[in-house]
T-cell receptor, first 115, second 112 residues
């Protein structure tokens, strides 16, 4: 079956503009995660959705970042008033259930460059 | 603070030899550990995992060892193959679910 897909694959924007990044998880997966990888850094957790529970937003770096998950499926990560330090690869992952060590399946990422 | 650390940014190994990638963690509440492999321009792919109740898990050429007292885990690849060349990330889970806490990654290069 289809894996996790993300769009756009690349995004170049000007400082101060808003951007929206989209994630389509694997069908039937109830958990969805956003991470980012800045240049030379590891993967940093941003936000986590699990079913109808309130999302875990503890990793969002500032209030310019927000995310939605509509209908328990597609998710959109929005960055308002982008800054150059927001440049990174934004990765989405999904998993079937919140069980012990449940594997997270990652999409290819969106490469964001803020000029 | 970096709760999961991979202190070697790169490792070069000859084909057929053993690759050993190391990972240290500071949070004793972590109870599940995973290794992911990442090729350029792709998302990470799951490789192998281990629960904190075990000290070893093996899957083909890949074995993960966990030393809880030292808060250290390692991934052994034997024999190493050129196709194993990638960035390897160690990750940890707390309460067996939720967000992964990743290390910085180690870039493995397996030379023919």
């Amino acid at each position: 079956g289809a894996g996790v897909s993300q769009s756009p694959s690349n995004k170049v924007t000007e400082k101060g503009k808003d951007v929206e990044l989209r994630c389509d998880p694997i069908s039937g997966h109830t958990a969805l995660y956003w991470y980012r990888q800045s240049l030379g850094q590891g993967l940093e957790f941003l936000i986590y959705f699990q079913g109808n529970s309130a999302p875990d937003k503890s990793g969002l770096p500032s209030d310019r970042f927000s995310a939605e998950r509509t209908g328990g499926s597609v998710s959109t990560l929005t960055i308002q008033r982008t800054q150059q330090e927001d440049s990174a690869v934004y990765l989405c992952a999904s998993s079937p259930l919140r069980l012990a060590g449940e594997t997270q399946y990652f999409g290819p990422g969106t490469r964001l460059l803020v000029l | 603070d970096q709760q999961v650390k991979q202190n070697s940014p790169s490792l070069s190994v000859q084909e057929g030899r053993i690759s050993i990638l190391n990972c240290d963690y500071t949070n004793s509440m972590f109870d599940y550990f995973l290794w992911y492999k990442k090729y350029p321009a792709e998302g990470p792919t799951f490789l192998i995992s281990i629960s904190s109740i075990k000290d070893k898990n093996e899957d083909g050429r890949f074995t993960v060892f966990l030393n809880k007292s030292a808060k250290h885990l390692s991934l052994h690849i034997v024999p190493s193959q050129p196709g194993d060349s990638a960035v390897y990330f160690c990750a940890a889970l707390r309460n067996q679910g939720g967000k992964l806490i990743f290390g910085q990654g180690t870039e493995l290069s397996v030379k023919p």
